[in-house]
């Protein structure tokens, strides 16, 4: 259910920039950008996006989402590495991966604004 929460704040953020360009744009796409480790599940993502858009700007709209796949930086090379199931161990060295920000994400990276003749 936590992506109802998160969807909030989209549907909230499309609807201030909807209205900062006037009643003359429609929001056709929103693109976002979802670190795997949140755990959003795409379904759910658009299912809250359809419900909770409703009466709003972002009503309408596809919700495009991009996974980012997490990542560790190993502690002995310094390395980025995509972590693997049950596993931190770098593939170039062997040594211990770490937890970054990246695979955490949440944000939107762009809207597309139509813009309605007359
Ligand atoms: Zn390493």
Redesign the pocket.
């Known amino acids: 259910m936590h992506e109802a929460s998160a969807i909030e704040s989209v549907v909230k953020i499309v609807s201030e920039e909807a209205e900062k360009l006037g009643a003359a744009g429609r929001v056709r796409t929103v693109k976002l950008v979802v670190g795997e480790a949140t755990g959003h599940l795409e379904e759910a993502l658009v299912f809250y996006f359809d419900v909770l858009g409703k009466g709003t700007a972002a009503e309408g709209a596809k919700l495009e989402v991009s996974y980012v796949k997490p990542r560790l930086r190993?502690?002995?090379?310094?390395?980025l590495?995509e972590r693997k199931r049950f596993s931190f161990d770098?593939?170039?060295?062997?040594?211990q991966?770490v937890a970054t920000k990246i695979g955490s994400e949440f944000y939107i990276d762009s809207l597309e604004i139509e813009d309605m003749p007359g």
């Not at 770098?90 to 040594?95: A, D, E, L, M, R």
């Open positions: 190993c502690s002995s090379c310094q390395k590495f770098c593939p170039h060295c062997g040594g991966g």
